[in-house]
């Protein structure tokens, strides 16, 4: 950091993994350079979407990465960490400061599984202190930094209609894990729609586009997430900033965000969430005063600005 204080701008290589944490994470003071390949595959999609990308995010073609100059590399999966740090960057680039941004908790084993990024020279970091708790990170150093996100101006929560709404991709392919029996069994008691990538092929509505979902949830009466082994989804931060309750599963970080009562209802027995997902269709006072605890919630933990902020110390931290 120069000595008038100023922290100065950072050209940051990184990935597209997951388009809305990308777009909320280059809300920081840098310039982010993001890895393309023809045709915009997975991995490499580079700024596509709806979403209003920044004009500090550039897409470079994987073929030009070794010949641009970088302060900093932000890896963001394990492809990415292994392959592309081999065979894309050059020698010079894998020895620069260098970030491992895990978004989710270990997948083969939920407490013993060793972290493929091993490396005491770079920081791991995890999107909450529950997947940092079940990761075995070994000899990396490593930090939590916890979600922020913004929401379209002038959405809000109204819950309008007397159900549920669940918003999981790909929810029949995945499976238990994101609880996709958990799903079937409830809407079998209480109204619930599923919006997400192939919802249809789980009796869902579909796809909605970024930009258009905070509206579109918002006319539900309560957000239900059925998952049971995940990160804290961005799609409950985002339910909670515009007012929304939340009912889910007392498991992962989301017991440490959802107060009963207050803003939303966690619990294990399936009954318990019926029960209280019949409340609030019953009771729209209710759910009003649960989405407001869901929103002040939001916004005393998951502001934009200190999202903003704990990347922006990150950065310099590594980038001394």
């Not at 900093?72 to 260098?98: A, G, T, W």
């Not at 918003?167 to 809407?187: C, F, I, P, S």
Request: glycine content about 10%; some cysteine.
């Amino acid at each position: 950091m120069p000595r008038n204080g100023v922290r100065r701008r950072l050209r940051v290589l990184t990935w597209h993994v997951h388009g809305n944490y990308l777009y909320y994470l280059t809300q920081a003071p840098h310039d982010f350079y993001i890895v393309t390949k023809s045709g915009h595959p997975p991995g490499y999609a580079g700024k596509v979407g709806v979403l209003p990308w920044g004009d500090n995010v550039h897409e470079v073609p994987i073929e030009r990465v070794r010949h641009e100059s970088f302060d900093c590399i932000l890896y963001q999966h394990k492809s990415h960490y292994f392959d592309d740090r081999l065979n894309v960057l050059s020698e010079s680039q894998r020895d620069l400061p260098r970030i491992y941004l895990e978004h989710d908790p270990p997948q083969e084993n939920p407490f013993r599984q060793l972290h493929w990024a091993q490396d005491s020279g770079l920081k791991l970091v995890h999107v909450t202190h529950f997947n940092r708790l079940m990761w075995d990170s070994g000899i990396t150093p490593t930090s939590v930094i916890e979600h922020g996100v913004v929401v379209p101006a002038g959405v809000s929560y109204s819950g309008e209609l007397a159900k549920g709404i669940v918003v999981v991709n790909h929810l029949k392919l995945r499976g238990r894990r994101l609880g996709a029996d958990v799903y079937e069994t409830l809407r079998g008691h209480v109204p619930l729609d599923l919006v997400g990538m192939d919802a249809e092929s789980a009796g869902g509505i579909g796809e909605i586009s970024n930009l258009d979902l905070a509206a579109f949830t918002a006319r539900y009466r309560f957000f239900f997430n059925p998952i049971r082994w995940t990160s804290l989804g961005l799609a409950i931060v985002e339910a909670m900033t515009i007012g929304m309750p939340v009912i889910g599963l007392a498991t992962t970080e989301l017991v440490t965000v959802i107060r009963n009562g207050y803003s939303g209802y966690v619990h294990n027995d399936l009954g318990a969430l019926v029960s209280a997902m019949k409340s609030l269709i019953a009771d729209p006072g209710l759910a009003r005063e649960w989405g407001e605890g869901a929103r002040r919630t939001a916004r005393e933990r998951y502001g934009i600005e200190r999202f903003v902020a704990d990347w922006t110390g990150l950065f310099a931290e590594v980038a001394a």
